[in-house]
C-alpha cells in the first residue's frame, strides 16, 4: 500500500514562496506519476502539476505556469512543489497524488493514492 504525507504548508504573504514536499511509503516512488492538487474553499479539487515517474514529463495548470515547479527526488521517494510570487487566490488545501502508471495526467480520478493535505493560505 502507498502512503503519502505532505508537509511544509503555512501561511504567507502575497509574492512569498513556499515548498511542499510529498513522503511516499510503501513502494519505490520512480514507477509512479505524481501530481499535486488543490481545493479552494467552497470550489472543487483543481489540478496543478504532474510530473512522470522518471522526471522528464512535466505538466502545469494555467493558473500556476511559470510560478510553481513541481520536481522529484526518487532517491528520496520524495515529490515537490516549489511554489513563488504567492498570491492570495492560491489559498487552499493542497495534496500530493500517486498514480499507479509513470505516465502524467490531469484528472483527479486517475489518481490511486492521495496524502491527507496541507494547508497554504495567503494573506497579507
Known amino acids: 500500500q502507498v502512503q503519502l504525507v505532505e508537509s511544509g504548508g503555512g501561511l504567507v504573504q502575497p509574492g512569498d514562496s513556499l515548498r511542499l514536499s510529498c513522503a511516499v511509503s510503501g513502494r519505490t516512488v520512480s514507477g509512479y506519476a505524481m501530481g499535486w492538487f488543490r481545493q479552494a474553499p467552497g470550489k472543487e479539487r483543481e489540478f496543478l502539476a504532474t510530473?512522470?515517474?522518471?522526471?522528464?514529463?512535466?505538466l502545469y495548470a494555467d493558473s500556476v505556469r511559470g510560478r510553481f515547479t513541481i520536481s522529484r527526488d526518487n532517491a528520496k521517494n520524495t515529490v515537490y512543489l516549489q511554489m513563488n510570487s504567492l498570491k492570495p487566490e492560491d489559498t487552499g488545501v493542497y495534496y500530493c497524488?500517486?498514480?499507479?502508471?509513470?505516465?502524467?495526467?490531469?484528472?483527479?480520478?486517475?489518481?490511486?493514492?492521495w496524502g491527507q493535505g496541507t494547508q497554504v493560505t495567503v494573506s497579507s
Open positions: 497524488a500517486a498514480r499507479s502508471s509513470a505516465w502524467i495526467h490531469t484528472t483527479d480520478g486517475r489518481y490511486d493514492y
Open positions: 510530473i512522470s515517474g522518471g522526471g522528464s514529463n512535466t
